[in-house]
């Protein structure tokens, strides 16, 4: 009997742990977009654009990194074709080196590239080098570049233009010879098709890939719909071949993974990351403050979890502004 008498002990501790763990309510922060959080070692690292340049803050904290005070890492010099437009920049850690990948422009949005930053330091925390444009195959438009690793292969993935027309927005993939070098074609691998993609109206938009592996299974969780529109909402490829590379490798969920409602507009461009002790799965993203808010935003995270039968990661409703949900696990 003594294992029964320990294990209503150990129901009763984590009972009493639960019923002290404290809440907490979104937004954790009243302004911001695409907001991208990683995790390394102990601390939680927040990039983001503003005011002209690329910031990232730090700290122990899940929930206090959105209001740490940021560094300026990157201010670009005035006069080139990457000085305006930073958007949605994307903190990585490849090869023991800190690297950055953030689209900008000249002051047209046509002319949007991605751009790579290095900075070879443990701490990401302080001044980045610009190593130069991101040279994506087909030289379109290009925006909201990601980095994934597949079986000790880097690639790129990002969303696009076909061609020269702002028409539809595209995911592409490319592979990488190292995280400034892309080698060989890129390969369409999403386009909007389903009716949840197109709400947003024209141009018709996938963008903002983020990698999400877990269990041996990969995903890229991308937005859709016009992120200017009401109906903002993520969806989910799943890597079903070994190649990467083979369009026929990517299947699409059919219906969207995460969308808003009457309490909770436009959710999208998230990224993903754990609590303090490891435990729990967390989605950070952007909504919008309010209906025909339009790109006036502000930051929410909730938890997700993946499913033990099948693997996809799921995940319940947006969790609306003002509403009481429990901390990280470990944030106590």
């Not at 809440?23 to 927040?46: L, M, T």
């Not at 047209?108 to 290095?118: D, G, P």
């Not at 990601?146 to 076909?162: D, I, M, P």
Request: glycine residues 10%; hydrophobic residues 35%.
């Amino acid at each position: 009997m003594r294992w029964c008498w320990l294990w209503v002990l150990g129901v009763l501790v984590f009972a009493a742990r639960l019923g002290a763990r404290e809440r907490f309510e979104n937004p954790v922060a009243k302004h911001g977009a695409d907001p991208w959080v990683i995790r390394e070692g102990d601390r939680y690292y927040y990039c983001h654009a503003g005011r002209g340049a690329v910031w990232v803050s730090s700290s122990e904290s899940l929930l206090k990194v959105f209001s740490a005070k940021p560094v300026e890492v990157w201010r670009p010099q005035s006069g080139m074709s990457w000085s305006k437009g930073l958007w949605a920049p994307e903190l990585h850690r490849i090869d023991g080196a800190w690297y950055i990948y953030v689209a900008a422009d000249d002051g047209e949005n046509a002319n949007h590239r991605m751009q790579v930053l290095r900075r070879r330091d443990d701490d990401p925390c302080g001044p980045f080098e610009h190593v130069s444009p991101l040279a994506l195959p087909g030289d379109c438009w290009a925006i909201d570049g990601t980095a994934l690793q597949v079986g000790g292969q880097l690639y790129h993935v990002w969303s696009g233009w076909e061609g020269r027309e702002n028409s539809e927005q595209n995911l592409y993939i490319c592979r990488m010879k190292d995280p400034v070098t892309p080698t060989g074609p890129r390969v369409l691998i999403s386009r909007p098709e389903y009716d949840w993609e197109l709400r947003g109206g024209s141009p018709k938009v996938n963008e903002g890939p983020t990698a999400l592996q877990h269990g041996g299974d990969t995903f890229i969780v991308y937005s859709a719909s016009g992120s200017w529109s009401d109906h903002y909402c993520l969806g989910v490829l799943k890597l079903v071949g070994e190649d990467p590379m083979a369009p026929e490798s990517w299947v699409k969920m059919k219906d969207a993974w995460f969308e808003g409602s009457s309490k909770v507009i436009s959710p999208g461009h998230a990224s993903f990351t754990v609590s303090p002790d490891g435990r729990e799965h967390w989605i950070v993203y952007h909504v919008a403050r309010h209906a025909g808010a339009g790109w006036d935003r502000q930051i929410h995270i909730q938890p997700f979890d993946f499913n033990s039968r099948h693997g996809a990661p799921e995940i319940r409703g947006p969790v609306r502004a003002g509403q009481k949900i429990y901390k990280p696990s470990g944030e106590w």
